[in-house]
């Protein structure tokens, strides 16, 4: 169970064993052993005390700002994961092992943008589409060939490999958007129209919980492979978020999409013309990627939920840095 605050002024506070939000005369009780993660989108308060409970129980309190994107959260002092997996994790950056992590985690989201738009093609039996979606398989074949040998080399490749299907990927879509909420482009700082701002808002949820996986598999947020190091800039959190952003927030936000479910109704329009969600838009991107995070898959032979993949994949990671086991990196085929 997810507790979302989008009420500026709302208050969080402990009740015995159970959490509780109040807002104005609105008073909401949750049994905490039932929570797992607070996620605060608007102003509020909270007190000592629930705090202790969450980290207690292990709750993850997370405050996001107007694109979804968290810039504060809560844990526990006590982290997963030993120091060993941080030195692994440091010296991997400077090696082979790095660039194999890289590799996959671009191999993956190429498979996982062609196979999107396979689905939509057969769905809709769209030449386009399927053109599209061949062409993107395909390019995946190139991955193989980066040398690993020159790290910075390497992904210096990767990523022009990636930027390249991405625009394929993103023009593709019209196709299945109307022009009234998309223009054809991904835009991101800032979004420039109403599907992309709802992309950006989903793409900010699944941060925080990638980041959340990060941490309690014990990999440093900030110490990635494929993305660049730059003060405050968490490169793990943006190297595994790469697999999951094709099966979890596009396929979430393109269904309530097609579905006419969004529209100038849940956007408001920021300074230099930028797009942003409204509470009303907020509570749909927000419901539709729960949703999605709590659908149940097959995963190395079992059921299981997508949100679950991520901690999953993230001790993956973890295994091949401390144990040099071989990462099978998460590609989504509908």
């Known amino acids: 169970m997810k507790i979302v605050i989008d009420d500026f002024g709302a208050y969080l506070k402990k009740k015995g064993k159970r959490l509780v939000v109040i807002s104005g005369e609105k008073m ?3 049994p905490a052993e039932k929570v797992e993660q607070v996620m ?16 207690r129980l292990g709750i993850d309190i997370v405050c996001l700002d107007r694109v979804g994107r968290p810039y504060a959260r809560v844990y526990p002092c006590r982290l997963g994961g030993t120091t060993l997996t941080r030195r692994n994790q440091l010296e991997a950056y400077f090696s082979k092992k790095g660039v194999r992590l890289s590799k996959s985690f671009v191999r993956a989201k190429i498979q996982n943008m062609g196979h999107l738009l396979k689905a939509l093609a057969k769905s809709r039996d769209n030449k386009t589409l399927y053109d599209s979606s061949r062409y993107i398989l395909g390019q995946s074949d190139r991955i193989k060939e980066v040398n690993e040998g020159s790290t910075g080399r390497a992904r210096n490749v990767l990523m022009g490999i990636e930027g390249e299907v991405s625009k394929v990927y993103f023009s593709a879509l019209r196709q299945v958007l109307s022009e009234d909420i998309y223009s054809g482009l991904r835009s991101k700082r800032p979004p420039g129209d109403i599907f992309n701002a709802f992309l950006s808002y989903g793409y900010g949820i699944l941060y925080s919980e990638v980041e959340r996986a990060c941490i309690i598999s014990g990999l440093d947020p900030y ?9 405050g800039k968490p490169s793990m959190v943006l190297d595994l978020i790469e697999e999951f952003r094709q099966p979890i927030v596009d396929r979430a936000m393109i269904t309530i999409a097609v579905r006419g479910q969004v529209g100038e109704a ?10 942003l969600l409204n509470k009303n838009g907020r509570k749909k991107a927000i419901e539709a990627l729960m949703s999605r995070l709590g659908t149940t898959i097959r995963y190395r032979g079992k059921n299981i939920a997508f949100k679950d993949v991520m901690l999953g994949q993230a001790r993956g990671v973890v295994r091949f840095l401390n144990e040099n086991t071989a990462y099978k990196p998460f590609i989504h085929r509908w």
Not at 223 to 231: C, I, V
Not at 266 to 275: A, E, I, K, Y
């Open 266 to 275: 849940d956007v408001d329009m920021g300074d230099g013309g930028n797009v």
């Open 40 to 55: 605060i989108l608007k102003g509020s308060a909270i007190s000592t005390d629930a705090i202790e409970l969450a980290s």
């Open 223 to 231: 110490l990635g492979f494929l993305h660049t190091d730059r003060y």
């Open 28 to 30: 909401e009780e949750f």
